[in-house]
């Protein structure tokens, strides 16, 4: 809006502005004051916006100023000649629809939304039993269509020599226009139509099994074929039709179907020729290898054309020769000579016996059954340690059976590779995929084996991605939550080696859930197993760690080592020992990690004990002050001559039979993780100096080397004995204390001189001590004595 004075409104009135702006090419919009009288001295202002007519006269009244404001007041609109010119001369918009070359379109279709030829299989076989749910869903208002006692199945039949595949259905079939409906228009889905009758009719069933939404699943038979012909038969319909199409083309034809030998009587019969490329398809073994995989619960039966053989005893004709020979013994009965053949037939096989148990109420299937239904699906032999049966209702519905393997897989590679292909994903009975990358289970469950089943997971066109949403994410954390209560199952079972066998096989697999899912912090806690200071043959559990804690015990004592006997000798147990305080042994590399990102347990903190700032709750304050009154200038004595190996010297508390221990700082490293980090094949040796942090040599006050060298400190600091043993004594504290020595050889070297010192002497006579060399000087050469032999017994 533009703004104008009171002055600028009476110079427009009174020189005739109207004109001035009557030439613009779109209208002005501009605010003007008007003033009412209010009271002597007083006005009040009141804006209007407004569009200038483009001619105005003179204003020469109040009347003519008043006929205005009630103009502006009413917001009458004016446009300029020019705008309305311009908008007559604009010629009207035409409207046209999006075209495509359908032959590019299918190529899209067919070589872009599928990754996988074999699904082709598994989309024609859904399409034939939506068909036949089609038909019995219809059948229930109009018994005519199922008279005859026509069988709801799917066959399919092989022909490997020519690479034919023939899939035939006896569902509800297609009319001509039908065919030209779903067959000839992209993207139309013959069962999304339905589905949108059902659902507008008041009469729908509100449950229904059918499958197809996009309509494309039919033109996945082009992944493998040359040639598609339908021949289809619809009760709606006198006359069978045939529908054909050819990859790469723009067009079809379709014709009534004349040979009285291929007429249906209901259903659909497609006919599938084969690429040069893809008649593998064609092999029977294939074939029901793939309706196995993925149509394997649709609820229909399918029945492939197989080769089959049975065994018979067939007459051998004999050899005449033997015949001559057998005629010389003239033996009166003679039986004839037979042997077993394989005679070969083809017929009809059910394929998709095993059934769909999760859609049954789990009150009604059995433990057998459950075992069974689970050795079949994932291979195995070996019975579950459990299993979980559950339907999950809300924002998302879906059917679940989970089962947790009585072993792990051959190699332990699971817990590296989270794509393990244990979790078999179905929408409506029909298999979608079991390649996931953590969208339904964590890795740290990758172990964990079963099947989903539900009705309206978000899918991408070709059914093969789970799109990631709120409803994957729910989906998500319901079927965490149901597989920790089973393993929870396991663990409070009156057999407790189903829970150690588990433990043994995945407990690894927990522990990176420490690492990975601070979510289920809680429920993953209570799993987890440890050897301790007070139980070095059964793992214990956390809950069972704190049962056991003294009265004035605040947090959770841990030593992190290479294996149990390492934990159980450490010095940094000696003063806890002492305390009776349980100390939890981590012995599984994994095991450090796992802990630290857990924090803590029921309130409980978790304290690595070696570490400094170690508190037992038994601090005495004047007897620390004399301590370090009496052992300060030893400390400092120490530090110096140790220089930078170590970031201090300080009196111990946690020591009791050895005389130091070196401590890994607060926040760095420990002995253990040091050790480990060192192991790692891609390991950045660039931050081991970083990472390793500070090391706090602590000694024992009240060990007698300890004392000794006090008193060297006191006597005389400069003397070379009490510098090596100062050195030595690192060295030893080094690897005591679990960490690796910078060189070996050295320490070895300090080692000799050492016990080349205190056994100088112990074990030689004083004369071969003072002149080791008068037995070399004063030997006598003695000459040998023969003795003769003596025989036993006699005497000499």
């Known amino acids: 809006m533009h703004r104008l004075t009171r002055r600028s409104v009476s110079a427009i009135l009174r020189t005739g502005g109207g004109a001035r702006y009557r030439n613009c090419a779109a209208p002005i919009s501009c605010s003007v004051p008007i003033f009412d009288s209010v009271g002597e001295g007083e006005s009040r202002s009141r804006w209007y916006s407004v569009l200038l007519p483009k001619r105005s006269d003179t204003v020469k009244s109040l009347s003519q100023v008043q006929h205005l404001k009630d103009t502006l007041f009413l917001g009458k609109r004016y446009e300029s000649t020019s705008a309305a010119s311009d908008a007559s001369a604009t010629p009207p918009a035409e409207r046209y629809e999006y075209q495509a070359e359908v032959s590019r379109l299918m190529d899209l279709i067919v070589n872009s939304l599928y990754s996988n030829k074999e699904v082709f299989l598994r989309e024609l076989i859904s399409n034939a039993s939506d068909a036949l749910d089609k038909l019995r869903f219809l059948s229930v208002t109009q018994p005519d269509l199922l008279k005859g006692g026509v069988e709801l199945d799917i066959r399919i039949q092989t022909d490997k020599e ?110 599938l020729h084969l690429k040069r490329d893809d008649k593998g398809f064609a092999h029977p073994e294939r074939i029901q290898k793939l309706v196995k995989n993925y149509s ?63 859609l049954r109420n789990p009150k009604e299937v059995t433990t057998e059954e459950y075992n069974e239904f689970y050795k079949k699906t994932f291979n195995e032999y070996l019975d579950p340690l459990a299993s979980s049966h559950f339907t999950t209702e809300g924002e998302v519905e879906f059917r679940s059976i989970l ?150 015990q605040k947090d959770i004592y ?30 599984d590399p994994i095991d450090e990690v796992a802990i630290q990102n857990l924090k803590a347990y029921k309130e409980k903190n978790f304290v690595d004990i070696s570490k400094e700032d170690l508190d037992l709750g038994d601090k005495n304050e004047e007897k620390d002050k004399e301590i ?113 020595p910078e060189n070996p050889a050295q320490l070895g070297g300090k080692i000799y001189e050492m016990m080349d010192i205190a056994l100088s002497g112990k074990w030689s006579t004083p004369i071969e001590a003072q002149h080791p060399g008068a037995i070399s000087n004063n030997t006598e050469t003695v000459e040998a004595e023969v003795v003769e032999p003596v025989e036993a017994g006699s005497q000499k």
């Open 162 to 271: 020519n690479g034919i595949v023939t899939i035939t259905d006896t569902g509800i079939g297609m009319t001509q226009q039908e065919l030209v409906d779903c067959l000839g228009t992209i993207a139309q889905s013959g069962t999304a139509k339905f589905l949108k009758a059902l659902k507008d009719s008041k009469d729908a069933g509100g449950d229904n099994n059918l499958i197809g939404q996009f309509g494309v699943g039919f033109y996945s038979a082009f992944l493998v074929c040359d040639r598609v012909v339908v021949s289809t038969k619809s009760p709606k319909s006198d006359k069978q039709y045939v529908w054909e199409g050819e990859a790469n083309a723009s067009s079809y034809t379709i014709r009534e179907e004349t040979d009285p030998e291929k007429l249906l009587p209901i259903g659909t019969c497609l006919t």
């Open 296 to 358: 394997q619960f649709v609820s229909f039966p399918i029945y492939t054309w197989q080769e089959k053989g049975f065994t018979k005893e067939v007459e051998v004709d004999e050899d005449p020769a033997e015949t001559k020979k057998d005629g010389q013994d003239e033996q009166p009965e003679k039986k004839k000579k037979t042997k077993t053949v394989v005679e070969k037939y083809w017929d009809w096989e059910l394929t998709n016996e095993t059934q769909p148990i999760w």
């Open 403 to 552: 089962y947790v393997p009585a072993i792990a897989p051959m190699g332990k590679d699971d817990i590296v590779n989270p794509k393990t292909k244990n979790i078999r994903l179905y929408v409506k009975r029909v298999f979608i995929s079991d390649d996931f990358d953590g969208e339904l289970f964590p890795r740290y469950l990758s172990f964990v084996k079963g099947v989903v089943d539900s009705n309206d997971l978000p899918l991408n066109v070709s059914r093969e991605i789970l799109q990631e949403s709120r409803i994957v994410r729910i989906m998500r954390k319901r079927l965490v939550r149901k597989a920790f209560d089973m393993i929870l199952g396991i663990s409070m079972s009156e057999n407790k080696d189903d829970y150690d066998k588990f433990w043994e096989n995945f407990g690894k697999h927990l522990k990176l859930g420490c690492i990975e899912d601070r979510e289920n912090h809680k429920r993953i806690a209570p799993l987890l197993r440890f050897f301790s200071s007070q139980s070095v043959d059964e793992l214990i559990s956390l809950d069972e760690y704190v049962e056991n804690m003294k009265p004035e």
């Open 558 to 587: 841990y030593m992190a080592a290479d294996s149990v006997t390492s934990a159980r000798n450490t010095p940094f147990l000696e003063r806890l020992l002492e305390k009776d305080l349980e100390v939890l042994f981590l012995v």
């Open 628 to 740: 370090k009154q009496e052992f300060g200038q030893t400390c400092d004595w120490i530090k110096k001559r140790l220089g930078d190996k170590v970031a201090s010297v300080q009196i111990s508390n946690r020591l009791s039979s050895s005389p130091c221990v070196l401590v890994s700082g607060k926040f760095g490293w420990s002995a253990n993780m040091e050790r480990l980090m060192k192991a790692q094949t891609a390991g950045d040796t660039s931050s081991l100096d970083f990472m390793r942090g500070r090391r706090v040599f602590e000694i024992n006050p009240e060990h007698p080397i300890i004392r000794n060298l006090n008193t060297a400190c006191k006597s005389n600091p400069n003397d070379e004995d009490a510098q090596k043993a100062i050195d030595l004594l690192y060295d030893a504290a080094l690897v005591s204390s679990g960490f690796t």
